[in-house]
């Protein structure tokens, strides 16, 4: 059966206003959580929030909160509880301990299952498994096990062959350990497919998901790429060659979108792919100008770059789908908060030939410039030589030719590393 013609299942989605959240970004929360659970494919019913000075060790919130809950999904004949926040596995219990027929699931839960939904390669559907998997193992217990077998759908898909979740512990660690050892060696893959790029100048784009990056990619390199308003559409890394003035070329990739919460383990399952990311030599912070949460999703962006030891590298921040803003108020104000910030519409190609001023001027500032000779029986040498270079000079003598050239670091590196043999 497809996804399509499956039943969407009924959820209520659960927010507490606590600590720094107030109740205005406590419900952008839960808009953007509804997002979440319509791509998994529920059908919200329902929208509670309550406001709590601590968090409750049982229920998270209040027991007679959580019972009024309960009594009020059963009114709405209601599946399935979304908590926005992550539940540890003794409240997650009780929660279910309040109605044998009602599934609770939190965040992780929820974009994990969103990620066994979208995940299409090997790679992808080996570092989501990994993730769910270290997800589930502390939540392993006789409730979870029965809950699991009767109920199934979102938060419960069975991932990567397993029909139902009755391994044990050991069983699930030893699958951990043969997934790592997969991924490892899918790393080292990607090791050797690196070095033939080694040379080139790398530019990795980065965004809250749906932000528009893969619209923008296309925008850039001219070419198809999958593009569909969802969130988390695509996990698998492109990887484009973009030339322009036939004087810059680097390449271009694309790969995972980030978002708020994101599940620490899908972070470190990731990190193979996202290694585009840490090798870049400058990453292209792409924003939703339109959305009213654009300093948070630039906050999330930056943590998760901190958390991969990428917040170093230098970055250019775009702020896309400026073709959705009405107003000149707001222009003034993006503007104002991002001084450097390079405004787009990757879908109306408007103001991208801005953005490849600005990737040309890093690119020409980490530019170094050098003088080469090559004798006459090295014309093979002198070929490869002036790829991925711009010729600034050319002049021959009696013995040779002598080359003006200018390039990134690595590629300037390698034709030297060439000259030495």
């Given at each position: 059966m497809s996804f399509e013609a499956e039943k969407l299942e009924k959820a209520i989605l659960i927010g507490a206003i606590h600590g720094k959240d107030d109740e205005q970004s406590?419900?952008?929360?839960?808009?953007?959580?509804?997002?979440?659970?319509?791509?998994?494919?529920?059908?919200?019913?329902?929208?509670?929030?309550?406001?709590?000075?601590?968090?409750?060790?049982?229920?998270?919130?209040?027991?007679?909160?959580?019972?009024?809950?309960?009594r009020q999904a059963k009114e709405l004949d209601a599946d399935l509880l979304i908590f926005d926040e992550d539940l540890n596995p003794a409240q997650?219990?009780?929660?279910?301990?309040?109605?044998?027929?009602?599934?609770?699931?939190?965040?992780?839960?929820l974009i994990l299952d969103i990620f066994r939904k979208h995940a299409k390669t090997k790679e992808a559907k080996t570092q989501v498994e990994l993730a769910h998997l270290q997800y589930i193992l502390p939540r392993l217990t006789r409730m979870w096990t029965h809950l699991e077998r009767q109920m199934g759908g979102i938060g419960a898909r069975a991932g990567a062959g397993e029909t139902q979740i009755e391994v044990?512990?050991?069983?699930?660690?030893?699958?951990?350990?043969?997934?790592?050892?997969?991924?490892?060696?899918?790393?080292?893959?990607?090791?050797?497919?690196?070095?033939r790029r080694k040379d080139q100048f790398k530019v990795a784009i980065v965004g809250y998901t749906n932000a528009?990056?893969?619209?923008?990619?296309?925008?850039?390199?001219?070419?198809?790429?999958?593009?569909?308003?969802?969130?988390?559409?695509?996990?698998?890394?492109?990887?484009?060659?973009?030339?322009?003035?036939?004087?810059?070329s680097f390449l271009?990739?694309?790969?995972?979108?980030?978002?708020?919460?994101?599940?620490h383990h899908l972070v470190a399952s990731f990190r193979s792919t996202l290694k585009e990311v840490i090798e870049?030599?400058?990453?292209?912070?792409?924003?939703?100008?339109?959305?009213q949460q654009v300093m948070e999703h630039l906050e999330t962006i930056r943590n998760v770059l901190k958390e991969l030891k990428a917040d170093k590298h230098q970055a250019l921040l775009v702020l896309n789908k400026i073709d959705l803003i009405h107003g000149s108020a707001r222009m003034a104000y993006l503007k104002r908060i991002f001084p450097d910030g390079i405004?787009?519409?990757?879908?109306?190609?408007?103001?991208?030939?801005?953005?490849?001023?600005?990737?040309?001027?890093?690119?020409?500032?980490?530019?170094?410039?050098?003088?080469v000779f090559f004798p006459f029986d090295q014309g093979r040498e002198l070929a490869i030589a002036q790829e991925g270079v711009e010729v600034l000079e050319r002049?021959?003598?009696?013995d040779g030719v002598r080359l003006k050239i200018r390039g990134s670091p690595q590629r300037i590196n390698r034709i030297l590393l060439s000259t030495e043999k």
């Open positions: 406590v419900n952008e929360h839960l808009d953007e959580l509804e997002l979440l659970s319509e791509t998994a494919g529920a059908e919200i019913v329902g929208r509670v929030t309550q406001r709590l000075i601590k968090i409750n060790p049982a229920f998270f919130i209040g027991k007679g909160k959580a019972e009024q809950i309960v997650t219990k009780n929660f279910q301990g309040l109605s044998d027929n009602l599934k609770v699931i939190d965040r992780s839960a044990d512990r050991r069983l699930i660690r030893q699958r951990i350990g043969k997934l790592k050892k997969e991924l490892n060696r899918i790393d080292q893959e990607r090791v050797t497919q690196g070095k528009g990056k893969s619209t923008l990619m296309q925008a850039l390199t001219g070419e198809k790429i999958y593009i569909q308003d969802q969130l988390f559409a695509t996990l698998d890394t492109t990887i484009r060659s973009v030339s322009f003035n036939g004087t810059h271009l990739s694309d790969t995972v979108g980030f978002i708020r919460k994101l599940p870049g030599d400058l990453i292209l912070i792409v924003l939703d100008a339109s959305s405004l787009v519409s990757a879908r109306n190609h408007l103001r991208i030939d801005q953005l490849i001023k600005n990737i040309t001027k890093v690119m020409d500032e980490s530019a170094q410039t050098i003088n002049s021959y003598d009696d």
